[in-house]
């Protein structure tokens, strides 16, 4: 039986893919990682990307589903270095659903789409009995071109960066869902002109969404098979977020932000980078490196010693998106 | 409030899509109908589409939704002449889902995969809590390109073409739904092998699928601003199907097939593609023509005269794909 843990972003998820996936043809398609699949053809390389978004609720201090549904996905082939070139949405709806929140959705699409130019281009909508479906989940898959994928492997010394503070989204959404009080808006934004502004200067990059910054630092050490250790003073975290993640006894590391980027430069080029993502967020923070260690694990420097930061397992924080 | 009948591949559906998507930039893409988008780009014309399916119950005689997830998303492409080249999945599951049968809808995506060619190359994973949602929702995106979209104009007397019988897909759902014994399966299967043969032959092409035939040939009738007029006795229907919506008291003309190409070819041609279309189905019939009137309208001419065939509304059957 699928379990609830299954869809976190973590271990378990990680399991049923491989189950599901066992016997699937890929084609000539390359994959850099999991969120996106890439093809060179004759004009570049073509990046393809789908994710649908379930979040309870739909509505949250700073934002909706709409938000999480063009950001959430665009986002997966900008860290990837790709600007997004056209989007797909398809509605899944209970029965029953309200018109104005259906159109407050809808203008969140619409702002963003104004906003970064990438079009809405297809779409679909499903309507279920009421009951049978928990207000809407939202579909979307992107496309898009570039000459260059980031995939430049990291190398001793290289350090690790992230663009602003950690689990304002996931706090913003868990406040709704638990009727508490706070300021903590969702950090959710298309990351593609950040993205532009330091592809040239960056390795690779990711943005910490499901399974939070435990799993995104996971997979890229993973990837390139090589030891990062963080340092949790760096990293940074709002008072109020803290606050309530505390209250709320849930882990920092394996929330979900929808507007963050980690990413990976050279020790020369790693404070321009900084620099410019200050100027998107003045949050951003180098908060780790590349070890030198050629050990696909994620280290930790707390206030009381060095631990290891396992990839998230268990139920976390389910539907944050 | 959203009501179910907003999902019927109808009236209500065209209105509410028509809300939704009122202030969506479109940027350079061109719309040839609803199901794809299309782009032209330096290396031909490049397919975008996307489609959920939430078909109840999710297995159901001669198929199951994986099925579905592949054969409904790649025939939107097909239909418009042009080869799917890759395809993303996207889950959204009910916690408590049974793995067996999550392991045969994998089976029933590679297996098409597989047979077509068509890679799946991108996906994405989410579990509901039980009673959140009922059993499992896929989502599938399509691209591909191609040198010429079929989008040529009909004429007075070019003909009509379907190329199976109707209602199977809607009954084999529906007997699994209400219990009913029936020899009647799903017709869904990917339509690229008899579309290419067809292609060079043919103006356009559609696939019935959600609000059927009605839909479909007013779709034609409207996007080319033509009267289409199709014979009841032309059309191929199983006695076993026809029986079963008899007993159930609903309209073949809206029910969604899912793997059936109706099509438009001149006089001249009509009979080559008949012949290529019944190598794969011997049921393939020319069922009605362009009557020459500049009406956007369907006739149908039955045993006791002509009526008007309109685009579906109200609930027709819901969740049949």
Redesign the interface.
Known sequence: ????????GGKE?DS??S???????????L?YDN???I?K???GFFG?????F?V?PPFFPGGNIGDLAFCGTVNDLAVMGIKP??L????????????EK??KI??S??KH??AT?????????????KG???NI?I?T?A?GVTDKVLDTPPESGDLIILSGSLGDHAVAVLSKRFDFETSVTTDSKPLWEEMKSIKPLIKQAKDPTRGGLAATLNEIAIKNNLQVLIHESHIPVKQEVRSAINLLGIDMYSLACEGRIVCIASQEKADLVLEILRKFNPDASIIGEFTGQKIPEVVIQTAFGKRLLPKPSGNIV??IC
């Open positions: 039986m699928v379990k609830l843990s299954e869809g976190n998820m049923l893919i189950r599901f996936t066992k016997d699937f043809p890929r084609g000539n398609w994959h969120d996106a699949a093809l053809t004759d004009i393809f990307t789908t994710d649908s379930i309870e070139s056209a797909s949405i398809a509605l899944v709806i209970e029965e029953g659903f309200p018109d259906l159109e809808s203008d699409l619409a789409s104004k130019g990438i079009p809405l281009v297809t779409g679909d909508t499903k309507v279920m009995q049978k479906l928990d989940i579909n898959s496309i389910p539907r």
